[in-house]
């Protein structure tokens, strides 16, 4: 079985290029670092904060603080890990203050035996792009990842929708390579089952609810 | 190797991060384990699913609104920059 390939990267050098240039003052350096990354800012600030809203105000908020603390910028790791681990903390706090009567953390470990047991082991066919409308799919996609504890929906969304290393990951949300690890394959298996219910082959139907 | 072996490796086996031999213990688990081979595959579309879905796009009118408003700010707060 193929392994999941990992998103295709601009090369450092040319990004590196860019800081050292906003740094000494280029506004037009950062504008390029901004068109660059805003995309992955917001879909990151919008699968942790789930509102459209909180998102916009993410995005301009991180590119304003990164903006404003580039000269603190070790350059240590690449600029985006910087600038996600940036738009990870605005987005949490967002979610802390619309959500105060929940525990929101990155620490937070739901352990419990059965949460990433597969129970649903029917295969799913056809794809479930064949399955559902475009606008259907990206509900059902929306809806069963919202779902997640915060943790495991922000692992999992630098992991395998942008594509970070599990190096990065660990990096912009100040965890163990372990914990990134763990709370991915909970997160991969727990989509996966809930995902199931919508995609699962089912002999005779129409694999809709 | 058992399922519950199987599955802790999952990650690591999808993401192609593993050495060779292990890599080929758990394909010979996948060979004969219906169960653990459905697992893995749904896992895999599930990952792909979400990658190619281009769910919560930033719209194009949106972008250029939000990027005027961030270069704003920066050139009004730049006196603020900080110092390392």
């Not at chain 1, 990096?171 to 199931?196: C, N, Y």
Request: charged share 30%.
């Amino acid at each position: 079985m193929a392994t999941i390939q990992p998103k295709v990267e601009e090369p450092a050098g040319d990004e590196l290029r860019l800081v050292h240039a906003a740094k000494a003052g280029d506004i037009s350096a950062f504008e390029e670092l901004v068109k660059r990354y805003d995309r992955n800012v917001f879909r990151i600030a919008q699968h942790i904060t789930q509102n459209r809203e909180d998102a916009e105000d993410v995005v301009q908020d991180a590119f304003l603080k990164a903006y404003q603390n580039l000269a603190n910028f070790q350059e240590q790791s690449k600029f985006y890990t910087w600038l996600v681990r940036i738009a990870v903390n605005e987005a949490l706090m967002r979610l802390r203050r619309r959500r105060p009567e929940r525990m929101v953390s990155l620490d937070e470990d739901i352990k419990t035996e059965e949460d990433s047991m597969p129970r649903e082991v029917a295969d799913w066919a056809p794809n479930p792009e064949q399955l559902y409308s475009q606008g259907e799919l990206k509900e059902i996609l929306g809806k069963t990842i919202q779902g997640l504890p915060t943790s495991f929906r922000t692992v999992f969304v630098l992991r395998d929708v942008e594509g970070l290393s599990t190096e990065e990951t660990a990096d912009a949300l100040d965890l163990s390579i372990p914990a990134v690890k763990s709370r991915l394959l909970r997160a991969r298996l727990q989509l996966r089952e809930r995902l199931s219910k919508y995609f699962k082959n089912r002999v005779g139907g129409d694999g809709k609810q | 190797m058992t399922c519950s072996e199987f599955l802790k490796e999952l990650t690591d086996y999808l993401d192609g991060a593993m050495d060779a031999q292990t890599k080929a213990e758990l394909e010979d688990h996948l060979q004969w384990c219906h169960n653990c081979y459905v697992v893995c595959n749904t896992t895999k579309m599930t990952i792909e699913v979400y990658r190619e879905s281009h769910l919560y796009e930033l719209p194009e009118e949106l972008r250029g609104k939000l990027r005027s408003a961030i270069l704003k700010k920066c050139k009004c707060g730049g006196e603020s920059k900080g110092q390392s």
